[in-house]
């Protein structure tokens, strides 16, 4: 994308939120990933602690580089995996039960 013709058309702006949720989101994601104990990630048979954080990292860096939209997909795909998947069941396992 040409910055220079593109930079005050509604498509660059639509780009750039749609890029920053997707960061925001993946940032959130490692977070969380990164303070949730291996254990948490064993207990609900998803992948281990270290492959997640991997992942989310390159997702980020994948939606940061963009690639003509494809790299924003492919990152917004394992970031979304994560927070509609993994998080939650992370959060059930560690969330005490009264």
């Known amino acids: 994308m040409n ?10 702006y639509a780009y750039l939120v749609v ?3 997707i960061v925001g989101g993946g940032l959130f994601a490692l977070v969380h990933a990164l303070r949730a104990p291996e ?6 048979g998803k ?3 270290k ?4 992942t989310l990292v390159a ?3 994948l939606a940061l580089a963009g690639l003509n939209g494809m790299g924003l997909v492919i990152g917004a795909i ?6 509609l998947d993994v998080k939650p069941k992370l ?8």
């Open 39 to 44: 254990d948490a990630f064993r207990a609900t």
């Open 59 to 61: 997702c980020i860096l």
């Open 78 to 83: 394992g970031v979304l995996v994560y927070m």
């Open 47 to 49: 992948w281990q602690k």
């Open 51 to 54: 492959y997640w954080s991997l």
């Open 19 to 21: 890029t920053v949720l």
């Open 3 to 12: 910055l220079l013709y593109a930079f005050g058309s509604v498509t660059f």
């Open 91 to 98: 959060d059930e396992v560690r969330r005490p039960r009264y």
